[in-house]
């Protein structure tokens, strides 16, 4: 089991991202999640720290799995993370940007999010949200570090139910 989850709240063409204040990926702009506690499932953790995160209390069963990333030496307390995607309806009112505890929230167009020469997102958010938004296959996205610096991602088949 891995330590943390993270997620992506997808609302028409566009997720809502946090630019975090703290370690890692700090100033850059990334899913939203965090460290599973103990006794706690990743689907818990994520439908929990949404809520800590953005004051949404979704729907627990409307959090689809979509995999794991996996890292080697990057320092981030742990090696790996279970990913997720939520579906906001067009209800669902969140005004943003909005400053809180863990950095900015803000909603962002998929396609600056996932292009390669964007400076200000997580390094490894490229090689995997597209998959991660339209495959029906969950991965394994497996990432190695250099010097702090991501030098290669890579693609493997995992099962796709995830609690």
Same mark, same amino acid.
């Given at each position: 089991?891995?330590?943390?989850?993270?997620?992506?709240?997808?609302?028409?063409?566009?997720?809502?991202?946090?630019?975090?204040?703290?370690?890692? &990926?700090?100033?850059? &702009?990334?899913?939203?999640?965090?460290?599973?506690?103990?006794?706690?499932?990743?689907?818990?953790?994520?439908?929990?720290?949404?809520?800590?995160?953005?004051?949404?209390?979704?729907?627990?069963?409307?959090?689809?799995?979509?995999?794991?990333?996996? &890292?080697?030496?990057?320092?981030?307390?742990?090696?790996?993370?279970?990913?997720?995607?939520?579906?906001?309806?067009?209800?669902?009112?969140?005004?943003?940007?909005?400053?809180?505890?863990?950095?900015?929230?803000?909603?962002?167009?998929?396609? &600056?999010?996932?292009?390669?020469?964007?400076?200000?997102?997580?390094?490894?958010?490229?090689?995997?949200?597209?998959?991660?938004?339209?495959?029906?296959?969950?991965?394994?996205?497996?990432?190695?570090?250099?010097?702090?610096?991501?030098?290669?991602?890579?693609?493997?088949?995992?099962?796709?139910?995830?609690?």
């Amino acid at each position: 089991m891995y330590k943390y989850t993270l997620g992506f709240l997808i609302k028409d063409n566009q997720i809502l991202m946090l630019n975090r204040n703290k370690s890692p &990926w700090m100033g850059a &702009w990334n899913g939203l999640g965090g460290k599973i506690d103990q006794n706690e499932t990743p689907r818990t953790c994520i439908h929990r720290e949404i809520l800590e995160e953005t004051g949404l209390n979704l729907d627990i069963e409307k959090f689809i799995f979509k995999g794991n990333v996996t &890292w080697d030496e990057f320092d981030a307390m742990g090696n790996g993370l279970y990913i997720y995607i939520y579906h906001l309806d067009s209800k669902t009112d969140i005004k943003t940007p909005l400053k809180v505890e863990e950095g900015i929230l803000d909603f962002k167009d998929i396609s &600056w999010i996932s292009s390669f020469d964007n400076e200000g997102v997580a390094k490894n958010i490229p090689y995997f949200l597209p998959s991660v938004l339209t495959d029906n296959t969950n991965y394994n996205y497996y990432c190695k570090f250099k010097d702090k610096k991501l030098i290669e991602v890579i693609k493997k088949q995992v099962e796709s139910c995830q609690n």
